[in-house]
């Protein structure tokens, strides 16, 4: 992170050392996700995001079919009331009419993720306030749950668990820096790690019979198509603002 580069100064004494600076990449490769598309969004247009959020939404729904594997959206939104159209209030009420379009009336298919309010609506307007976050996440990476999409404003980073998480959609820029011009990039990376967590259908044969090496996992895989649904599984996007 920043302190240990010495991007951000060291407060009462606190001491680093570096093994890696970044993790080799030979112990990545078998228990890591792939990127499948990095896309910049127009975040100044509220009916552009909109159309990016029903395109993805989408996606992700026609996948679980195809795969039997399911996979989350993670969108993130503008404080309420800032005006700026994609609130969560706002952006719930599209996903709404979305999911309403493609069917999904009667099932739970949204959460919001917020301070003090952890939510899950249904496409009719059905909700379920004051929920657990960690029940929340629980259904978010259960296969055989509804809930798909989660909404934020400011979460995401460390202590989001969520192996089923295929893409991410960000309406907020960001110009972080040191002070001195020096972009700080630890938030990003740590969005970034959600996504790249082993998603499959049975969790726990991937921790007790492979020991979270997805490479093992896909080589006893017994047919071209089961090969082809594991990647297309554990394959992300991520929409991020233009400028």
């Known amino acids: 992170n920043g302190e240990q580069n010495g991007k951000v100064k060291v407060h009462n004494g606190m001491t680093f050392r570096i093994i890696n600076k970044n993790c080799p990449v030979e112990l990545l490769l078998t228990k890591q996700a792939w990127w499948e598309e990095f896309v910049t969004l127009d975040t100044d247009s509220v009916d552009v ?35 700026s159209g994609l609130d969560v209030k706002s952006v719930l009420k599209e996903v709404n009419r979305i999911y309403q379009d ?63 998480l295929g893409g991410m959609i960000f309406t907020k820029s960001t110009d972080k820096d040191d002070g001195k011009g020096v ?29 979270y090496d997805f490479s093992k996992y896909y080589k006893s895989l017994s047919t071209d ?14 929409d991020y603002p233009d400028d």
């Open 49 to 83: 995001v909109f159309d990016r959020i029903e395109e993805r939404i989408t996606q992700i729904e026609e996948e679980k079919i195809e795969t039997g594997v399911k996979k989350t959206l993670f969108i993130q939104c503008h404080q309420d009331r800032d005006g």
């Open 102 to 164: 493609l069917g999904f009336t009667g099932k739970f298919k949204t959460c919001r993720m917020t301070s003090l309010r952890n939510e899950i609506y249904s496409p009719e307007g059905g909700v379920k306030p004051k929920l657990d976050e960690t029940k929340l996440k629980r259904m978010l990476n259960d296969n055989n749950d509804e809930l798909t999409v989660m909404l934020v404003i400011n979460k995401g980073g460390m202590g989001m668990n969520i192996p089923t």
């Open 183 to 211: 972009s700080l990039t630890e938030f990003a990376r740590q969005y970034m790690g959600r996504l790249v967590r082993p998603n499959v259908l049975n969790p726990k044969d991937l921790k007790e019979k492979f020991d």
């Open 225 to 238: 198509s089961e090969r082809k649904n594991a990647i297309q599984a554990n394959s992300f996007f991520v």
